[in-house]
């Protein structure tokens, strides 16, 4: 790209960020670091092409603790003796309309990469969340983390699409995949998002 910016829209700032590598930019200290409830705009600029796209940082409600048991079932690949299922816990605060993503970390090594973990506050709203890591194992002995990052509504409409055409059933009667629903402009694929993030990490015993 010849220019990337971001603006912080209400702090009126606009940051020119630095190319690192291939297909990486850094901000500077110039913007800063994020403000929650800010609205950020993204300007991508290569030759006669201009992406445009504008994000909220939502506030991330913070995690309590994790723990680990014994799966309920055993299934494919779960040893009886060793393998255990995450359970993460906290607050969900009052008034719908918060939406988060998960990324799970076994021995430091990001494990659901490609099958993206989110959700809505539909079932939590107000209450105590206490959502399973299902499909995951972990080992006694394993270091795992957990985060959890805010969405704004976009991003969550990107990653319900995404899902929704990673996977279809593979049957004949599929209607065909159809690009996630970007907050890009100009064609461009993928989304632009800024998050709060709340960690919680714990060793399996």
Not at 37 to 44: E, I, S
Not at 112 to 119: C, I, K, S, V
Not at 172 to 199: E, H, I, K, M
Request: net charge negative; charged share 25%.
């Amino acid at each position: 790209a010849d220019l990337v910016t971001i603006t912080d829209v209400e702090a009126g700032v606009t940051d020119t960020l630095r190319r690192t590598e291939a297909g990486v930019y850094q901000t500077t200290p110039k913007l800063g670091p994020g403000q929650l409830n800010h609205t950020y705009r993204l300007l991508v600029v290569r030759g006669s092409q201009r992406v445009e796209a504008t994000t909220r940082l939502r506030p991330c409600t913070p995690l309590d603790s994790i723990s680990f048991a014994v799966p309920d079932d055993l299934e494919t690949g779960a040893k009886e003796d060793t393998s255990r299922i995450a359970t993460i816990y906290f607050r969900e605060p009052a008034g719908r309309g918060d939406y988060y993503r998960l990324y799970f970390y076994r021995n430091n090594i990001w494990r659901n990469r490609r099958e993206p973990f989110f959700f809505d506050d539909e079932y939590y709203d107000g209450n105590y969340g206490d959502p399973r890591i299902n499909g995951y194992f972990v080992a006694i002995g394993d270091t795992v983390r957990v985060e959890m990052r805010s969405l704004d509504r976009p991003a969550y409409d990107y990653l319900t699409g995404l899902a929704n055409a990673l996977f279809q059933g593979g049957t004949p009667f599929d209607s065909p995949p159809a690009n996630a629903p970007t907050n890009l402009s100009g064609g461009a694929l993928g989304y632009f998002s800024a998050s709060q993030v709340r960690t919680v990490e714990g060793v399996v015993r």
